[in-house]
């Protein structure tokens, strides 16, 4: 008898999406909904930007909207300055953060953890930024997926992000501090490894648990 997938309530959904995904006589063991850890790195070195012509050409100027690219213009140079000075910001309050955060990663861009976060912050191939940092993993018997998370998954079919087989992942083995509720470590057997964080602080232990599948988990209601 296949096990019942630990999926939190409100992630019910991927119960439907991931079903088309699963090859044959593959179990799904469970989903949730997740995120980067906050002090993962934010911008992806631009070497590792896969292109995406789709999104590109949907932010593309043609035809009649060519009339708003001196309006587009003017208001891009005069969000300079604003956008100088918010990422100043940011950068300064990221490292005040990491002081009491500590580490959140390792291995770098070329290592499996590096390539979990490009795959993560490339997004959908419809939006043209590499900012994304909100995903869906569903766990099965034989690797793990990396999904999109789609605000109206009713609508919109959840998109693959990328693949990690069985055996090639698990949870760090030493854990976060514990001050940082709904955060769980993924290691992977290069040695690299990578903080994630439940959408939902209750859902720590699941996630922690999936990445650890030799302990039973259960399905937060």
């Known amino acids: 008898m296949h096990p019942t997938p630990a999926v939190p309530q409100r992630d019910a959904w991927l119960l439907t999406h991931t079903a088309g995904l699963l090859r044959p006589g593959e179990t799904l063991l469970g989903a949730l909904s997740v995120r980067l850890d906050p002090l993962v790195p934010d911008t992806i070195p631009k070497r590792y930007c896969r292109p995406k012509p789709a999104a590109e ?12 690219l001196p309006v ?15 990422a100043g910001a940011r950068q300064t309050w990221r490292g005040l953060r990491r002081i009491f955060r500590g580490p959140v990663w390792a291995g770098g861009w070329d290592s499996a953890a590096g390539w979990f976060v490009v795959a993560t912050r490339t997004g959908t191939s419809d939006v043209a930024n590499y900012y994304n940092e909100q995903l869906a993993l569903a766990f099965t018997d034989q690797r793990l997926l990396l999904l999109s998370n789609p605000a109206e998954p009713d609508r919109r079919a959840a998109e693959l992000f990328g693949e990690v087989p ?4 698990t949870r760090r083995r030493e854990p976060p501090p514990p001050r940082h509720k709904g955060r769980a470590d993924i290691a992977f057997t290069d040695g690299s490894w990578l903080a994630l964080a439940s959408d939902d602080r209750r859902e720590g232990a699941l996630l922690a648990g999936l990445l650890a599948p030799e302990q039973p988990v259960q399905p937060v209601r």
């Open 57 to 68: 050409e949907k932010a593309r100027f043609t035809g009649w909207k060519r009339i708003f």
């Open 72 to 86: 587009g213009a003017v208001m891009w140079v005069c969000s300079v300055p604003a956008g100088l000075l918010e």
């Open 166 to 169: 069985r055996g090639q992942f």
